[in-house]
């Protein structure tokens, strides 16, 4: 069974740092592009950013209200994908998914997890 | 950045009715729209993707269409459990976006 299960929520205070965790099973892990998105509370869905293959030299992009602040990795040999979060803010406070985009990269997000809860308060 | 403009923002609609929903991009994203459905407490499900494609397991009355910065998602006979929110994605341009979202509802 294809599944990604996400990790490392929680309750952090703003400026502070985070990291969230996304293991993979059931598919080819090191051969596929993996993005996270979030959704805060009661709002719509926000792309974050995406970590290409190591074909792609695992390059990466993000929306431009984390740039600078979150930075994507990913461990292939453990199947695994990483969001690291600093200089939180309460506004990235929101349910945070890891996604698998369909082979092809422009073709849409086909598995999700089923999210982790960040919260930034004081 | 593109911007995604869903319409409705809400829709109300009954059992065994046709709906449609229009995605609008503020700049051209070709065919590389997606489409997808969420219910309350889960992650979103793929529904179509290159604008048109129906992903794999979903219903054939999803019917997706557009290219450019107009895009539609056609539901051709409401099921109960087709009441749900349903988001468009653009994957042309970094970043990619989201639409807002249109709550479909009893």
């Known amino acids: 069974e294809v599944q990604l299960v996400e990790s490392g929520g929680g309750l952090v205070q703003p400026g502070g740092s985070l990291t969230l965790s996304c293991a993979a099973s059931?598919?080819?892990?090191?051969?596929?592009?993996m993005d996270w998105v979030r959704q805060g509370p009661g709002q719509g869905l926000e792309w974050v950013g995406r970590i290409r293959d190591k074909a792609n030299s695992y390059t990466t992009e993000y929306a431009a209200s984390v740039r600078g602040r979150f930075t994507i990795s990913r461990d292939d040999s453990k199947s695994s994908v990483y969001l690291h979060m600093n200089s939180l803010r309460t506004d990235d406070t929101a349910v945070y998914f890891c996604t698998r985009p369909k082979t092809g990269a422009t073709r849409g997000l086909d598995v999700w997890g089923q999210g982790t809860t960040v919260t930034v308060s004081s | 950045d593109i911007q995604l403009t869903q319409s409705p923002s809400f829709l109300s609609a009954s059992v065994g009715d046709r709906v449609t929903i229009t995605c609008r991009a503020s700049?051209?994203?070709?065919?590389?729209l997606a489409w997808y459905q969420q219910k309350p407490g889960n992650a979103p499900n793929l529904l179509i993707y290159?604008?048109?494609t129906l992903q794999s397991g979903v219903p054939s009355r999803f019917t997706g269409s557009g290219s450019g910065t107009e895009f539609t998602l056609t539901i051709s006979s409401l099921q109960p459990e087709d009441f749900a929110t349903y988001y468009c994605q653009q994957l042309n341009t970094y970043p990619y976006t989201f639409g807002q979202g249109t709550n479909l509802e009893i």
């Open positions: 290159v604008a048109s």
């Open positions: 700049q051209g994203v070709n065919s590389y």
């Open positions: 059931g598919f080819t892990f090191r051969d596929h592009y």
